[in-house]
């Protein structure tokens, strides 16, 4: 069997593992659901004028959610999973079979994109139906696509670099956590962010790819314009994840 | 898998050695975990590694399994070099590490035929799990089985893709003694399909019912090779004869003997047959009675505990010379 197919051969392990804890699995989904359904009720049904153009908060955070429904599934969770995987040795038996460990990974990092995916069709399937948001459609949902698959690629690589700084298994999901809460709250995921933000908060939006890839999504969403320029640098962002971590990658346990 | 052009090296004609290491050796910064170690290992042979924690053992077996580099000597492991990435080497062996987790929510059988896809000739996922002797928790989750039964596991993964070279390191520590028993029975098994096995242990009766040929690793040395019985001259030592007499009654002067603060005596001799014969010749001639008498001989525990220096000897009679049983 050759390596590609040894790779989607293990998907499904990944799926069925992941399918068998419940818990974990029904918190991924029940997340972005959760916070739409506090932030349109804590915000209410009002609009927010972002680059001139009137958007209903509804639609706003539909679209929020759906990019750190993404987040979560492909950067936290697989930084926080593949952690605890090196730590009790997973992933050291994995390097002492024939199967190559970065045919193994590309498997977890698949599997992280199906969940994205599958998160963002019923976060937005969630606000179609509860609050008649807007969804991507015609030319705007290829835009969409490209956003989302080049987004999910990109998180899961900074997903598999974060873990190299990372001590050992318990303190992964505080320092995954604070890398990235920060940045949604600076890139208006949770709380637009208006156009007379402070300098630095619009800077932090320009240079981290949370902003890039939030604003992708939504256009997809309200129907507005799309920038290639969001793509790209969300990408760079995936293309330098993945060489940290081809560089510090550790298969072994660091105690 | 992978093509023949993508794993370069040539494989080194050892027909007859499963594992030949010569001048290993592999320092951590300024610590030298091994200082030039030398053994083989022939095909289908039980050899065990012996030495207390720290001593080598693990770093040792890691650089024969790919996951050290070594700093210097010679190693082929089935003919190849494991320093030199490789999956055609990959394909032909099994590793249990000390201490590996597997997904806890997949089942026994899940496991076992996940790892069985890895490779190009696996073994029926059925048959690996009789061999290990998991048939009754076949569906039953990893998060489930115990300590024992994971333990099992990890062995059943390891020959899923019905390897020639079985690497187990400490497969039994932590086992309760029923448990153990059971693992021993599984490395028999494999012994009896033509496995070869490189086990590491710090138990001596492990070593003892298991392996072929035994090497004492200390302080990244190899102190002393050879069979169980054999080992550390422990083959040659003199037998020690114990016994007790009634109150107010001495040994026969010409058996040298000593007597201990307990009563009892004990004398050292070259001739076991003769020993016995004047002792109980005597005691028949002067109508004495012996009590407890008993042979003893060094076990396995003495001699390692001598060669490992982690404890006093226990007699002084034991040679010394480390090497004496060995074959170099």
Same mark, same amino acid.
């Given at each position: 069997?050759?390596?590609?197919?040894?790779?989607?051969?293990?998907?499904?392990?990944?799926?069925?593992?992941?399918?068998?804890?419940?818990?974990?699995?029904?918190?991924?989904?029940?997340?972005? &659901?959760?916070?739409?359904?506090?932030?349109?009720?804590?915000?209410?049904?009002?609009?927010?004028?972002?680059?001139?153009?009137?958007?209903?908060?509804?639609?706003?955070?539909?679209?929020?959610?759906?990019?750190?429904?993404?987040?979560?599934?492909?950067?936290?969770?697989?930084?926080?999973?593949?952690?605890?995987?090196?730590?009790?040795?997973?992933?050291?038996?994995?390097?002492?079979?024939?199967?190559?460990?970065?045919?193994?990974?590309?498997?977890?990092?698949?599997?992280?994109?199906?969940?994205?995916?599958?998160?963002?069709? =019923?976060?937005?399937?969630?606000?179609?139906?509860?609050?008649?948001?807007?969804?991507?459609?015609?030319?705007? &949902?290829?835009?969409?696509?490209?956003?989302?698959?080049?987004?999910?690629?990109?998180?899961?690589?900074?997903?598999?670099?974060?873990?190299?700084?990372?001590?050992?298994?318990?303190?992964?999901?505080?320092?995954?956590?604070?890398? =990235?809460?920060?940045?949604?709250?600076?890139?208006?995921?949770? =709380?637009?962010?208006?156009?007379?933000?402070?300098?630095?908060?619009?800077?932090?939006?320009?240079?981290?790819?949370?902003?890039?890839?939030?604003?992708?999504?939504?256009?997809?969403?309200?129907?507005?314009?799309?920038?290639?320029?969001?793509?790209?640098?969300?990408?760079?962002?995936?293309?330098?994840?993945?060489?940290?971590?081809?560089?510090?990658?550790?298969?072994?346990?660091?105690? | 898998?992978?093509?023949?052009? #993508?794993?370069?090296?040539?494989?080194?004609?050892?027909? $007859?050695?499963?594992?030949?290491?010569?001048?290993?050796?592999?320092?951590?910064?300024?610590?030298?975990?091994?200082?030039?170690?030398?053994?083989?290992?022939? +095909?289908?042979?039980?050899?065990?590694?012996?030495?207390?924690?720290?001593?080598?053992?693990?770093?040792?077996?890691?650089?024969?399994?790919?996951?050290?580099?070594?700093?210097?000597?010679?190693?082929?492991?089935?003919?190849?070099?494991?320093?030199?990435?490789?999956?055609?080497?990959?394909?032909?062996?099994?590793?249990?590490?000390?201490?590996?987790?597997?997904?806890?929510?997949?089942?026994? #059988? #899940?496991?076992?035929?996940?790892?069985?896809?890895?490779?190009?000739?696996?073994?029926?996922?059925?048959?690996?799990?009789?061999?290990?002797?998991?048939?009754?928790? +076949? @569906?039953?989750?990893?998060?489930?089985?115990?300590?024992?039964?994971?333990?099992?596991?990890?062995?059943?993964?390891?020959?899923?893709?019905?390897? $020639?070279?079985?690497?187990?390191?400490?497969?039994?520590?932590?086992?309760?003694?029923?448990?153990?028993?059971?693992?021993?029975?599984?490395?028999?098994?494999?012994?009896?399909?033509?496995? @070869?096995?490189?086990?590491? @242990?710090?138990?001596?009766? $492990?070593?003892?019912?298991?392996?072929?040929?035994?090497?004492?690793?200390?302080?990244?040395?190899?102190?002393?090779?050879?069979?169980?019985?054999?080992?550390?001259?422990?083959?040659?030592?003199?037998?020690?004869?114990?016994?007790?007499?009634?109150?107010?009654?001495?040994?026969?002067?010409?058996?040298?003997?000593?007597?201990?603060?307990?009563?009892?005596?004990?004398?050292?001799?070259?001739?076991?047959?003769?020993?016995?014969?004047?002792?109980?010749?005597?005691?028949?001639?002067?109508?004495?009675?012996?009590?407890?008498?008993?042979?003893?001989?060094?076990?396995?525990?003495?001699?390692?505990?001598?060669? @490992?220096?982690?404890?006093?000897?226990?007699?002084?009679?034991?040679?010394?010379?480390?090497?004496?049983?060995?074959?170099?």
């Amino acid at each position: 069997m050759n390596s590609f197919r040894l790779t989607l051969w293990q998907v499904r392990y990944t799926n069925k593992a992941y399918w068998r804890n419940p818990a974990a699995a029904f918190f991924t989904f029940l997340f972005p &659901l959760m916070f739409l359904v506090i932030f349109t009720a804590l915000l209410g049904h009002g609009h927010v004028v972002l680059s001139g153009r009137r958007i209903s908060l509804s639609t706003y955070y539909v679209a929020a959610m759906a990019s750190f429904a993404v987040i979560s599934a492909s950067y936290v969770n697989l930084g926080i999973a593949v952690t605890f995987q090196r730590d009790s040795g997973i992933l050291k038996r994995i390097g002492g079979s024939p199967l190559p460990g970065w045919a193994y990974l590309t498997a977890r990092v698949i599997h992280a994109m199906l969940m994205a995916v599958l998160l963002v069709i =019923i976060t937005t399937a969630f606000g179609r139906a509860f609050y008649g948001a807007a969804v991507p459609s015609g030319k705007h &949902l290829v835009f969409f696509v490209v956003m989302l698959v080049v987004g999910s690629a990109s998180f899961c690589a900074l997903g598999l670099a974060v873990t190299a700084p990372i001590p050992n298994a318990e303190a992964a999901a505080a320092i995954v956590n604070a890398t =990235i809460l920060p940045l949604l709250f600076l890139s208006g995921v949770f =709380i637009p962010i208006g156009d007379h933000a402070p300098a630095w908060i619009q800077w932090i939006g320009r240079v981290f790819p949370v902003k890039h890839f939030a604003d992708g999504l939504q256009a997809g969403f309200v129907g507005s314009a799309f920038h290639w320029n969001d793509v790209l640098i969300v990408a760079v962002w995936g293309v330098a994840g993945l060489l940290v971590a081809a560089r510090y990658f550790s298969w072994e346990p660091r105690r | 898998m992978v093509d023949e052009a #993508e794993t370069g090296a040539t494989p080194r004609n050892d027909d $007859e050695y499963a594992v030949v290491v010569r001048g290993l050796t592999k320092s951590y910064g300024r610590v030298k975990a091994v200082g030039g170690v030398d053994f083989h290992i022939a +095909r289908g042979e039980v050899f065990a590694l012996l030495g207390p924690n720290g001593a080598g053992k693990t770093t040792a077996v890691e650089i024969l399994e790919g996951f050290r580099q070594r700093d210097g000597g010679e190693v082929s492991v089935l003919g190849y070099d494991p320093g030199s990435p490789q999956s055609k080497l990959r394909n032909l062996l099994g590793i249990v590490l000390q201490s590996t987790a597997v997904d806890p929510y997949l089942t026994v #059988e #899940e496991m076992i035929g996940m790892f069985a896809h890895f490779f190009p000739h696996p073994r029926p996922v059925g048959e690996v799990i009789e061999l290990v002797g998991l048939s009754t928790e +076949r @569906t039953t989750r990893v998060v489930k089985l115990s300590g024992g039964q994971q333990r099992r596991l990890d062995v059943a993964i390891a020959l899923a893709g019905d390897p $020639e070279l079985l690497f187990l390191d400490e497969p039994t520590t932590g086992f309760d003694p029923s448990a153990r028993r059971g693992a021993w029975e599984v490395v028999r098994n494999l012994a009896a399909l033509g496995k @070869t096995v490189l086990l590491t @242990t710090h138990y001596m009766d $492990e070593a003892q019912y298991l392996a072929n040929r035994v090497a004492v690793i200390a302080s990244g040395r190899i102190v002393a090779e050879g069979t169980p019985a054999t080992l550390g001259g422990r083959d040659h030592a003199r037998p020690r004869v114990r016994f007790r007499l009634p109150a107010g009654i001495l040994p026969p002067a010409d058996l040298v003997a000593e007597t201990d603060a307990e009563g009892f005596s004990s004398f050292t001799t070259e001739d076991l047959t003769r020993g016995l014969h004047t002792l109980t010749n005597w005691a028949l001639d002067n109508a004495v009675v012996i009590e407890g008498l008993e042979i003893i001989r060094p076990t396995l525990e003495d001699i390692y505990l001598q060669l @490992t220096g982690g404890a006093t000897a226990r007699d002084p009679d034991l040679p010394v010379d480390p090497m004496a049983g060995g074959s170099g």
